[in-house]
T-cell receptor, first 116, second 114 residues
Framework: AQTVTQSQPEMSVQEAETVTLSCTYD???????LFWYKQPPSRQMILVIR??????QNATENRFSVNFQKAAKSFSLKISDSQLGDAAMYFC?????????????FGEGTQLTVNP | DTAVSQTPKYLVTQMGNDKSIKCEQN?????MYWYKQDSKKFLKIMFS???????INETVPNRFSPKSPDKAHLNLHINSLELGDSAVYFC?????????????FGPGTRLTVT
C-alpha cells in the first residue's frame, strides 16, 4: 500500500518570504500522480498543484512550485512571496495511475502560519 | 454557483441515532467520493461511485451506507451513530474515475455525536 508522509506538522513564514513544505511517499508503482491540497480555516479543500510522475519537469502554478525527486520519492512544495491568505493546512496526496478508480492517499498535513 | 454542495454543513446528534448527509454536484461529473477527516485532520477515502456504481469501498463499518440515486447525487447514511463517528465528512466529484481528472471537494459536513 502507498503511504504519504509529511514530517513537518507546523511551519511558519514571514509575509513575502519563501517557504518549503516537505512530503515523501512510498510506492512500487511507476505511474502515479502527486498533489498538494490547501485547506484554509473555511475547511474547503483546494487543489494547489499536481505532478504526473512521468513528467520530469517540475510543476509550477504562479507562486507555487514543486521539487519532484522521483528516485528519492520526494515531492516538496515551495511557496514564494508568501501572503497572509496562504495560511492554511497543506496536504500532500498520492494517487495511482495504474488503476482506474484509484484513491487519493493523503499525508498528515502541515499547518502553515504566515506572519505579517 | 456551488459546484459540489453538501447538506447539512453541521450536524449534532446523539449516540444511537441514524442520520444522512446529502451531496450534490452540478458539474456533470461521473464520479463521486466520500472522505472522512478525523479530529487530527487526517483525510481518508471511504467510498467512490462511478456512474452510480460503487468502485471504492474502504474498510468502514457496515453502519455507513452510501447511496447514489443518480450521477449528480451521492448520499451517506449512517446508522447507530457512535462517538467515534464525529468527524468532518467531505464529498467530492470528478469528471471520471482516472487520476487525470481533478477532484472537486464540497464544503464538508461537521458531524458531532454526543
Amino acid at each position: 500500500a502507498q503511504t504519504v508522509t509529511q514530517s513537518q506538522p507546523e511551519m511558519s513564514v514571514q509575509e513575502a518570504e519563501t517557504v518549503t513544505l516537505s512530503c515523501t511517499y512510498d510506492t512500487s508503482e511507476s505511474d502515479y500522480y502527486l498533489f498538494w491540497y490547501k485547506q484554509p480555516p473555511s475547511r474547503q479543500m483546494i487543489l494547489v498543484i499536481r505532478q504526473e510522475a512521468y513528467k520530469q519537469q517540475n510543476a509550477t502554478e504562479n507562486r507555487f512550485s514543486v521539487n519532484f525527486q522521483k528516485a528519492a520519492k520526494s515531492f516538496s512544495l515551495k511557496i514564494s512571496d508568501s501572503q497572509l491568505g496562504d495560511a492554511a493546512m497543506y496536504f500532500c496526496a498520492y494517487r495511482s495511475g495504474e488503476t482506474s478508480g484509484s484513491r487519493l492517499t493523503f499525508g498528515e498535513g502541515t499547518q502553515l502560519t504566515v506572519n505579517p | 454557483d456551488t459546484a459540489v454542495s453538501q447538506t447539512p454543513k453541521y450536524l449534532v446528534t446523539q449516540m444511537g441515532n441514524d442520520k444522512s448527509i446529502k451531496c450534490e454536484q452540478n458539474l456533470g461529473h461521473d464520479t463521486m467520493y466520500w472522505y472522512k477527516q478525523d479530529s487530527k485532520k487526517f483525510l481518508k477515502i471511504m467510498f467512490s461511485y462511478n456512474n452510480k456504481e460503487l468502485i471504492i469501498n474502504e474498510t468502514v463499518p457496515n453502519r455507513f451506507s452510501p447511496k447514489s440515486p443518480d450521477k449528480a447525487h451521492l448520499n451517506l447514511h449512517i446508522n447507530s451513530l457512535e462517538l467515534g463517528d464525529s468527524a468532518v465528512y467531505f464529498c467530492a466529484s470528478s469528471q471520471g474515475a482516472t487520476p487525470t481528472y481533478e477532484q472537486y471537494f464540497g464544503p464538508g459536513t461537521r458531524l458531532t455525536v454526543t
